[in-house]
């Protein structure tokens, strides 16, 4: 069965620094999202991103943030200049249609 | 906001019904999910219901929707150890492309 991959499992970085999180998503889709989950809270939007824009973002969805699909098929999220409050697991979702969303296994960000 | 709220946690014995509830706020939802998630994995689709419906089974699972009172359930008829995990209902507003989560339930499931 296909399913959305993401990379790294796993990012340690210090305050400050750029990091890039990477979604591979099934194949043919075409709607693209990334969720947050802070430690004991829920998961929160981020960001959809449909035809090559962003459709929707959150107000967490700042200027430190953005997406691309830089060769037409890895989805990634880049975070600027990383905070402690940035430590989360990091999910991304892809659907083949609006109201489908599948999700990945995540990225948990650690910021130092 | 679009509120989505659920019990923290529930522990069953192997082998009974577990019901896991969720109230949401919004009123024009389309679709209502049903995800799970295992210990250091993602988040799995179980199932969904759209708003029009009032009940939909997919074997041992069966989503209840109460539209009126805006109350979302999901039985886990004969509950096994593999079905410890935690369980997030999501849903869909009509407008946007953002699903809702809630809290998530945390399911213990006593062999």
């Known amino acids: 069965e296909p399913e959305v991959t993401q990379t790294p499992s796993h990012q340690v970085t210090q305050m400050g620094q750029e990091v890039i999180l990477r979604c591979v998503p099934i194949?043919?889709?075409?709607?693209f999202y990334w969720y947050r989950q802070i430690l004991g809270q829920k998961v929160e939007f981020l960001v959809s991103?449909?035809?090559?824009?962003?459709?929707?973002k959150s107000e967490i969805f700042d200027d430190q943030f953005s997406v691309e699909r830089p060769d037409g098929s890895n989805f990634t999220l880049k975070i600027r200049s990383t905070k402690l409050e940035d430590s989360a697991m990091y999910f991304c979702?892809?659907?083949?249609?609006?109201?489908?969303?599948?999700f990945g296994p995540g990225t948990r960000l650690t910021v130092l | 906001g679009e509120d989505v709220e659920q019990s923290l946690f529930l522990s069953v014995r192997e082998g009974d019904s577990s019901v896991i509830n969720c109230t949401y706020t919004?009123?024009?939802?389309?679709?209502l999910y049903w995800y799970k998630q295992e210990p250091g994995a993602g988040l799995q689709l179980l199932t969904y219901i759209f708003s029009n419906m009032d009940m939909k089974q997919d074997q041992r699972l069966t989503v209840l929707l109460n539209k009126k009172d805006k109350h979302l359930s999901l039985r886990i008829a004969d509950t096994q150890t593999g079905d410890s995990a935690i369980y997030f209902c999501?849903?869909?507003?009509?407008?946007?492309?953002?699903?809702?989560f809630g809290t998530g339930t945390s399911l213990t499931v006593i062999p």
């Open positions: 999501a849903e869909a507003p009509q407008s946007g492309n953002q699903f809702y």
């Open positions: 194949s043919n889709h075409l709607y």
């Open positions: 919004d009123s024009s939802s389309t679709y």
């Open positions: 991103f449909y035809n090559n824009e962003i459709s929707e």
């Open positions: 979702a892809t659907g083949g249609r609006r109201n489908e969303q599948f």
